[in-house]
């Protein structure tokens, strides 16, 4: 099976930088989405890491390392609009043999930006 | 260029009963994947469809069905409903490689 660890809420300011961590525990693991959810809203697809190393988009940047089973998703220049759930998700192989691939998503941190 | 859609936005069902929820894909896209996401906690992968047939499956019972049309739109079937079954459900399509999967605003189930 799998296991994804993140926080379960975060706060900071407008502005600032904040970086939300994420272990996982996986077998098949091929690679570590971001998703964004607003209240009452849809997840969003923001990034995707298969290799280590630093991806960005925008104010946006995610980083992952295979060897230590960790990535983050680091915002900058936070707005209000980007109080939303964060939500890791692992990409594995589907176990069935069908050669798919499907995405374990961890709980979601709740990140709450202030003024 | 259509994204994903689903019907309908909120259900109210009985123990016991029967439903069956739609999700229409993103243009383009031939794989469907669908999730049951409880109130606070994140998405859980129930199955996918790519072409027709279902090729994964997550730590559902048989009681939780579906199917997909040559159109590439999808139902999810759940057979005798548990309140434990209240909660968002969630279709997402993607292409069958795609690293991104584009998500639809959900039906919200009610089981009383």
């Known amino acids: 099976g799998q296991s994804l660890e993140q926080p379960s809420e975060v706060t900071a300011v407008e502005g600032a930088i904040v970086q939300i961590n994420c272990t996982y525990q996986?077998?098949?693991?091929?690679?570590l989405s971001w998703y964004q959810q607003h209240d009452g809203g849809a997840p969003t697809f923001l990034s995707y890491?298969?290799?280590?190393g630093l991806e960005e988009t925008g104010r946006f940047s995610s980083f992952l390392s295979r060897s230590d089973s960790y990535g983050y998703l680091l915002l900058q220049e936070l707005q209000m609009k980007d109080s939303a759930s964060y939500f890791c998700?692992?990409?594995?192989?589907?176990?069935?043999?069908?050669?798919?691939?499907?995405?374990?998503f961890g709980k979601g941190t709740k990140l709450s930006v202030i003024p | 260029e259509t994204g994903v859609t689903q019907s309908p936005t909120h259900l109210i069902k009985t123990r016991g009963q029967q439903v069956t929820l739609r999700c229409s894909s993103q243009?383009?896209?031939?794989?469907v994947s669908w999730y049951q996401q409880a109130l606070g906690q994140g998405p859980q992968f129930i199955f996918q469809?790519?072409?027709?047939?279902?090729?994964g499956r997550g730590n559902f019972p048989p009681r939780f069905s579906g199917l997909q049309f040559p159109n590439y739109s999808s139902e999810l079937n759940v057979n005798a409903l548990e309140l434990d079954d209240s909660a968002l459900y969630l279709c997402?399509?993607?292409?069958?490689?795609?690293?991104?999967?584009?998500f639809g605003p959900g039906t919200r189930l009610t089981v009383t």
């Open positions: 997402a399509s993607s292409l069958a490689q795609g690293n991104e999967q584009y």
């Open positions: 996986t077998s098949g693991f091929y690679g």
């Open positions: 890491n298969a290799l280590d």
């Open positions: 998700a692992v990409r594995v192989l589907d176990d069935s043999g069908a050669g798919s691939y499907q995405l374990t």
């Open positions: 243009s383009g896209h031939n794989t």
């Open positions: 469809y790519y072409r027709e047939e279902e090729n």
